[in-house]
């Protein structure tokens, strides 16, 4: 019986610079490098087991078996890690998504990159972060600048090879960010269905990709001044820029609910009245606020007067992925049926 266990967690991470759309969809080759900031508040462990014995992949979420017609994604990926390693071993993963509130922000950026380095446990591969970036890359897109903490860029490369992730700056300075939960509806048009439709019909399209080359050279620059003020402003151009392309698409859709344009005057008339803080949103309809982090507990404050306090949720910087002992795994999740049963 060969069977081979790995565990990790990663974070999720929010993009200032945009990724939106694919040059080669087997690889997950964008058409514009991105960069991201690390949250801390919120990422997933999970525990991969392959074993000679298993007859089929499974996924279970927070202690919820998936149905496998839901799981092509990771069953695509699982193929991607058996060819590299030459085997034909199912595997089970068992995750558990850590969000401080039930905020639907569970995240295939912090999924697939936790099951990377669970992966590279299990296999005991030797192979620093960039590497593993490239692998996670092959998951889901975003996946790739989960490996590391900090503000992170994801150099779109031209290859397997050169498509990778790499730490810009740990952001320990006075940076953060407050994710605004404003609706707990589901998208119902995924980034990867979304981003593919603008760049087949949204004549906006080439202007998204030149500028967002502009932008991320602007916005490293920043970063390395600590000028919070352009980082900002770039955060919310890129989003903005972003999202035009799906209101240009043919036919349009947009991330917006009414609550998002809502909350969107309230950070614009809270600016006007001198607070630091500038939005972002990805393809969903919730807000995430970048500021200064010495400020946003009072720019919480300010928002409580529209929104409960567990819509609100402060953050910053978080660390990269990181492999967790047996016994750490334990301790957290104490022994499930699940992770420890030798099918027979
Ligand atoms: C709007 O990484 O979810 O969040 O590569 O198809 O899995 P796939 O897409 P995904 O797209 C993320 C899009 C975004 C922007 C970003 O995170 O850069």
Known sequence: MTRKIGYARAHTNIALIKYWGKKDHELFLPMNSSLSLTLDAFYTDTQVIFDSSFAEDTLTINGELQPSDEINGLVRFLNVIREKEQTDLKAHVISHNIVPTAAGL??????????????AQAFNWQLDHQALSRIARRGSGSATRSLFGGFVEWEMGVDDETSQAIPIDDAQWDIGMLVMILTRQKKDISSRVGMQHTVETSPFYTNWVETAAQDLKQMKAAIYRQDFQTVG??????????????????????????????????????????????????????????????????????????????????????????????????????TREEDTSHDH
């Not at 630091?276 to 919480?300: F, M, Q, W």
């Not at 567990?310 to 795994?329: F, K, N, V």
């Open 233 to 334: 402003e770039l955060t919310e151009h890129s989003a903005m820029k972003m999202h035009a392309t799906t209101f240009s698409a043919n036919p349009p859709f947009f991330y917006f609910e009414p609550e998002t344009i809502h909350a969107i005057r309230i950070i614009q008339a809270l600016r006007k009245q001198g607070h630091h803080i500038y939005y972002t949103l990805d393809a969903g309809p919730n807000l995430k606020v970048l500021g200064k982090r010495s400020e946003l507990e009072s720019v919480r404050q300010a928002l409580l007067e529209h929104y409960s306090s567990d819509q609100l949720i402060l953050t910053q910087a978080g660390p990269g992925m990181r492999q967790l002992s047996a016994d750490e795994w334990a301790s957290l999740y104490p």
């Open 106 to 119: 569970a995240s295939s950026a912090s999924a697939y990159a936790a099951l990377t380095g669970a992966i």
